[in-house]
């Protein structure tokens, strides 16, 4: 396991150890270089023998009690960067963002068919593909240069990441 001080990277390192899939853990440190263009390096090399392999980057987000806000929010860096690395992996590999959630409130545990705790917390994992996201997703921020997907759509793409793995 990569040493990572983001406990939603983590906990999702843990999961992928538990249903047993084969993975590579990124060096997330350093941007990669590819040709004249810098790419920000994604979090795991998923291999699947089922779909396709993954490119994925996880997202961290706090529910804050209640009924889950869904915030999705990327920067846009994030969504060229997949995109990108799956044209420079090629064939067999698409990217996926990863939405972990912690659940903080067991009565948001409604919401969520599948968790999954680690440490003392509980989270739930959600997929979506780079490409579709990339496809609906809106400004968020010009200035800070976020993106992310309006809630209808967001319900419409997301799965749940043993859907996907």
Known sequence: MAKRCNHYDVAFEKLLRLVRRPYVSVNE??????GNESLKSMDFVVYSQTTSNLLIDVKGRRSFGGRP??????MQDDIDSLLKWEDVFGDGFRSVLVFAYEVLEPKEMDYHPVTWEFQRRRYAFYGVWTQEYARKMKLRSPSWKTVFL??????????????ML
Do not use: D
């Open 150 to 163: 309006g809630a209808n759509h967001f319900h419409e793409l997301r799965q749940p990441i043993l859907e």
């Open 29 to 34: 440190t350093r941007r990669a270089l590819h």
């Open 69 to 74: 806000s869904w915030q999705n929010w990327a």
